[in-house]
């Protein structure tokens, strides 16, 4: 049984601790200063005491710091400066950008460093516990005990290894964004245009489509690829424009961001003809330049 210590008891450090609670391990200590933690921390981690990071820190045998991307490296350095993790020690992020060198400040007081980044979406309760079985969690460590200690805890979350190079790790966080954060906005803003088109079950009306395409494009790729882009049909597109443009404009740049990389996409694959494109690409250009010029008043930059 493994003493865990969390700073960070957002919606992945609470689910994670919890789950690996229920694995047998003893979780002694937490950090989280927003009223949503502490409400969070009350709800998946009953019993455990919420403490300073220093504190939690000092508490356990493994210290999960599952904080912002962008915060990860001054809490390493701040818990180092005040020598608040010791010797022998592991120090775990879940961070998809970062690989090792962000707990630099860790090892060079002799502690254990690992990363471990569930490839998953979280809403912070206990709906996210069985979603962990077979989640993707991407993976470094730099020994033979840490890699070890690493599939020992992917067993426990009973999710499924993937190591990724240091240098690498950027890379592989933007595809997942990209892939996960990215479809929200879109699906997001298809909701928001069947509204406007006076549809009653925006979402029911989705998500058999939805679902098909994913499953279709994680199985064949661009071969995927339907609709009116890869036809080259260049009056629907520019009735799309037209639409989107009176009735959502918000949802313009992105529509045309994307029908311009499908229309790339397609000629690569041979599917759409490049003077096809040329046509399509000219209607978006001047969706955007009308877009544009609305947004200024016609002011030209």
């Not at 961070?95 to 979280?122: I, K, N, Y």
């Not at 933007?174 to 990215?182: D, S």
Request: charged share 20%; net charge negative.
């Amino acid at each position: 049984m493994t003493r865990i210590g969390v700073v960070g008891a957002g919606k992945v450090g609470a689910v994670l601790a919890a789950r690996l609670r229920d694995a047998g391990h003893q979780v002694v200590a937490a950090a989280g200063e927003s009223s949503a933690s502490r409400a969070r921390a009350a709800a998946l981690l009953a019993g455990v005491p919420l403490l300073k990071p220093t504190d939690v820190a000092r508490s356990c045998d493994l210290l999960m710091l599952t904080v912002p991307d962008d915060m990860l490296g001054n809490v390493v350095a701040t818990l180092a400066d005040a020598g608040a993790l010791h010797e022998g020690q592991v120090v775990l992020h879940t961070s998809g950008r970062h690989g090792l060198a962000v707990l630099e400040p860790a090892r060079r007081v002799g502690a254990r460093v690992l990363a471990l980044h569930p490839a998953m979406t979280f809403t912070g309760t206990s709906l996210d516990l069985p979603r962990l079985s077979g989640c993707v969690l991407g993976a470094a460590a730099d020994t033979d005990e840490t890699r070890a200690l690493v599939q020992s805890l992917a067993a426990d979350l009973e999710g499924r290894l993937v190591w990724v190079a240091e240098e690498r790790r950027a890379l592989y966080h933007a595809a997942l964004a990209h892939g996960a954060n990215h479809l929200v906005t879109l699906v997001a803003e298809a909701r928001e245009l069947l509204d406007a088109a006076g549809i009653e079950d925006p979402a029911g009306t989705l998500r058999p489509l939805l679902t098909a395409a994913l499953d279709n494009a994680l199985e064949h790729g661009d071969a995927a690829l339907t609709g009116p882009i890869v036809r080259g049909d260049v009056q629907t597109v520019a009735a799309h424009l037209e639409q989107v443009a009176t009735h959502s404009p918000a949802a313009l740049p992105s529509y045309v961001a994307l029908a311009r990389a499908t229309a790339d996409r397609a000629v690569l694959d041979g599917r759409l003809l490049p003077i096809r494109r040329a046509s399509l690409v000219a209607l978006l250009d001047a969706a955007e330049a009308g877009a544009h010029r609305a947004a200024t008043g016609g002011e030209v930059r």
